[in-house]
């Protein structure tokens, strides 16, 4: 599950094929540092943009076969090619990025869910690929899993977003439940938040579950990476539940004895 902060990622995994670790580690890099450009540090929203625009152009150079001077787009460029993998996810990701440097709000779960299909769903999608995995009934459920893991990092990070301006909880869905704005910045832990939280960690887990027979139909070892991170983020979801909802005070995250729980449950599929 979680590395460093990307955390839908899993960069160089134990049960990742050494062979596919440089392939990893190549769409990390570029998937981490466009993602850093969009929400790390204090430049101002035009030179985010700007920075971004520049992954794109980089990105334009490899399609037309101009090889590329940034050693971290070398690496990638090679990877795209090796693996005969698509441009559309990482422009995808770049899309994502860039929506997060000018959207702090979403009206209802439309949005945010097309949101998720282009910051989370295109790294499922170039996993399969590495695999050779791209029939369409695997897609749909690695879209599923990848959304809903893109859920539950919202529903912990709550209280990171909110300090930064923004909130993930869609619109409607906030005011069917009677939860403010003001109620998110003060850490309100009262019925009514407890109620649209317990609704949208509902949600993740459908989608999880939605998606979750992919990793016993994929043989090998991404059958048991997706295994272990459908079980770490229903895990997670139950952490949040365990803390009464509160994410206001500590993030809900998987300790020692939780990963004993994933992998038993990994196992028992």
Same mark, same amino acid.
């Given at each position: 599950?979680?590395?460093?902060?990307?955390?839908?990622?899993?960069?160089?995994?134990?049960?990742?094929?050494?062979?596919?670790?440089?392939?990893?580690?190549?769409?990390?890099?570029f998937a981490r540092s466009a993602d850093d450009l969009a929400d790390e540090g204090d430049a101002a929203?035009? !030179?985010?943009?700007?920075?971004?625009?520049?992954?794109?152009?980089?990105?334009?150079?490899?399609?037309a076969g101009a090889p590329p001077r940034d050693p971290m787009f070398q690496r990638l460029a090679a990877?795209?090619?090796?693996?005969?993998?698509?441009?559309?996810?990482?422009?995808?990701?770049?899309?994502?990025?860039?929506?997060?440097?000018?959207?702090?709000?979403?009206?209802?779960?439309?949005?945010?869910?097309?949101?998720?299909?282009?910051?989370?769903?295109?790294?499922?999608?170039?996993?399969?690929?590495?695999?050779?995995?791209?029939?369409?009934?695997?897609?749909?459920?690695?879209?599923?899993?990848?959304?809903?893991?893109?859920?539950?990092?919202?529903?912990?990070?709550?209280?990171?977003?909110?300090?930064?301006?923004?909130?993930?909880?869609?619109?409607?869905?906030?005011?069917?439940?009677?939860?403010?704005?003001?109620?998110? !910045?003060?850490?309100?832990?009262?019925?009514?938040?407890?109620?649209?939280?317990?609704?949208?960690?509902?949600?993740?887990?459908?989608?999880?579950?939605?998606?979750?027979?992919?990793?016993?139909?994929?043989?090998?070892?991404?059958?048991?990476?997706?295994?272990?991170?459908?079980?770490?983020?229903?895990r997670i979801l139950e952490a949040i539940e365990r803390a009464d909802y509160d994410v206001f005070r500590?993030?809900?995250?998987?300790?020692?004895?939780?990963?004993?729980?994933?992998?038993?449950?990994?196992?028992?599929?």
């Amino acid at each position: 599950m979680a590395v460093d902060h990307y955390e839908n990622f899993p960069v160089a995994s134990l049960l990742l094929p050494r062979r596919l670790v440089p392939a990893v580690e190549a769409i990390y890099a570029f998937a981490r540092s466009a993602d850093d450009l969009a929400d790390e540090g204090d430049a101002a929203p035009a !030179e985010r943009l700007a920075a971004l625009n520049a992954y794109e152009a980089a990105l334009d150079a490899i399609a037309a076969g101009a090889p590329p001077r940034d050693p971290m787009f070398q690496r990638l460029a090679a990877v795209l090619a090796e693996y005969g993998l698509p441009q559309r996810p990482l422009r995808d990701l770049l899309s994502a990025f860039k929506q997060d440097v000018v959207t702090r709000r979403y009206p209802d779960f439309a949005r945010l869910q097309d949101y998720c299909r282009r910051s989370a769903d295109p790294v499922g999608r170039l996993m399969l690929a590495l695999y050779g995995v791209n029939d369409a009934a695997s897609l749909r459920a690695s879209d599923a899993i990848c959304t809903a893991l893109q859920l539950i990092n919202f529903w912990q990070d709550v209280a990171i977003d909110i300090a930064k301006g923004r909130i993930y909880l869609p619109q409607d869905d906030m005011a069917r439940f009677g939860v403010t704005v003001d109620a998110i !910045e003060q850490g309100r832990l009262d019925p009514a938040w407890r109620a649209l939280m317990r609704f949208e960690v509902e949600r993740a887990r459908a989608l999880m579950l939605e998606g979750a027979p992919l990793a016993t139909t994929l043989a090998g070892r991404i059958g048991w990476e997706l295994r272990m991170v459908v079980q770490g983020g229903l895990r997670i979801l139950e952490a949040i539940e365990r803390a009464d909802y509160d994410v206001f005070r500590r993030r809900p995250r998987l300790k020692r004895l939780d990963w004993l729980v994933v992998g038993w449950r990994a196992i028992r599929m």
